[in-house]
């Protein structure tokens, strides 16, 4: 059985990470394992996508209010394992048309049939009225590493982002994907799930330099900085609050669900993710929240 199935690297939206998720998202076509002879069967292939999400998320953390946003993605995957792509994001509730583009290029290996994974630089370019938490960072290397275990999966992924502040993340991902050997409409469709469970650790300096970039005036009606219709809790008025944001700590856990309709070319993907996060700076007074997620795909190959 020779088909196609998307790599979410996230962090992740992640999303970013990436919005929705671990905050970044981008498509990027694999081909699966074929069953029969255990070989990967690597072909030339162009993806496009757009999702929509409930709110959008950067390593486990949120704004200070929802942003709900739409995605677009684009990647191109050559037969040699290297791949470029292209993403834009816009927060419905934001003044910017686009609030992020981001641009690029990676390579994708593998070790055996079990052993997969790949590595890619991206660069994000933010609109300068933008409200995404991660514009403080410019630019990510991303390293992540699959291996199957049949009974799960597991992905490491590694992140350095810098820029304006510098953060490095481990995202841990443990899921089980599985899809039914029956048809809805005719032969050619099939539902797939791959729930999965996922941790989060890294620095935060992004938090402090975000509410840097967008200073607000006090209000002592509700003890919070007003930044337009934006809350944000004081900032930090004492050094070690930056201290304690570089330290590599547990950011957040997550429980996701996605469900998939999938035919030869395109997917239509829904997934609900409940996230837990820890170790809470204060400026963005995170809580446990349900994210909701709708994906389309296609696939030319």
């Known amino acids: 059985m020779k088909r196609f199935c998307i790599l979410f690297l996230i962090g992740i939206i992640s999303t970013t990470g990436a919005l929705a998720g671990t905050a970044r998202k981008f498509i990027a076509a694999i081909p699966r394992i074929v069953a029969d002879t255990d070989t990967v069967t690597r072909k030339q292939s162009l993806s496009v996508g757009v999702s929509v999400g409930s709110d959008a998320q950067f390593f486990g953390r949120t704004g200070p209010v929802k942003y709900p ?20 994001y816009k927060v419905f509730t934001s003044v910017p048309a686009i609030d992020e583009t981001d641009l690029g290029a990676g390579y994708l290996y593998r070790f055996s ?16 009225n933008a409200l995404i938490i991660k514009s403080a960072s410019s630019h990510d290397i991303n390293f992540s590493n699959t291996y199957d275990w ?60 975000y509410a840097h970039n967008h ?54 993907e829904f997934a609900y993710k409940y996230s837990v996060p820890v170790n809470i700076q204060g400026i963005f007074n995170n809580h446990r929240e349900s994210f909701y997620n709708l994906t389309f795909y296609y696939v030319f190959y």
Do not use: C
Not at 70 to 88: M, P, Q
């Open 69 to 88: 946003y739409w995605s677009g993605d684009a990647i191109y995957n050559s037969k040699s394992g290297f791949f470029v792509y292209g993403s834009i």
């Open 113 to 128: 049939s079990k052993f997969t994974g790949n590595i890619s630089y991206t660069h994000f370019f933010f609109d300068q």
């Open 150 to 209: 049949k009974l799960l999966k597991s992905n490491v992924t590694l992140d350095y982002l810098f820029g304006q502040e510098n953060d490095f993340f481990v995202t841990i991902n443990n899921s089980k994907y599985f899809e039914t050997n029956w048809s809805i409409f005719d032969d050619k469709d099939y539902l797939s799930f791959n729930p999965g469970f996922s941790i989060i650790w890294g620095t935060q300096n992004f938090v402090q330099q």
């Open 215 to 268: 200073p607000g005036k006090y209000d002592d009606r509700h003890d919070s900085y007003r930044n337009d219709d934006v809350f944000l809790q004081p900032p930090p008025a004492y050094p070690q609050y930056a201290a304690y944001d570089s330290e590599f700590r547990m950011l957040n856990y997550s429980f996701k669900l996605p469900i998939a309709y999938n035919r030869p070319h395109y997917t239509i």
